[in-house]
């Protein structure tokens, strides 16, 4: 199992934007919302490697003109370096 821990917004996009159409995933997280703002959660390495996979394939799509992420970009990003095993 791994132990990642997420800001309250990138919670909510993982949940609400990446996992929209992904119930089997989104059934497998069961969050601890913490006093500083944080959000933890455990999953198993399949689930933790489908996430990164997930982030992997749509943050090309969040950059603008310029090659600078976009909001989404860098929580995509960010997803990049907290999933990877």
Not at 48 to 59: E, G, K, P
Request: glycine share 2%.
């Amino acid at each position: 199992m791994r132990k990642v821990i997420l800001s309250k917004e990138e919670y909510q996009y993982l949940i609400d934007c990446l996992l929209k159409n992904d119930k089997t995933i989104r059934d497998k997280i069961v969050p601890c919302f913490n006093m500083n703002d944080t959000v933890e959660i455990e999953l198993d390495d399949d689930t933790t490697y489908n996430i990164w996979q997930l982030a992997d394939d749509n943050v090309a799509l969040h950059f603008d003109e310029n090659y600078e992420p976009t909001e989404e970009g860098w929580i995509l990003e960010h997803f990049l370096d907290k999933f990877y095993f």
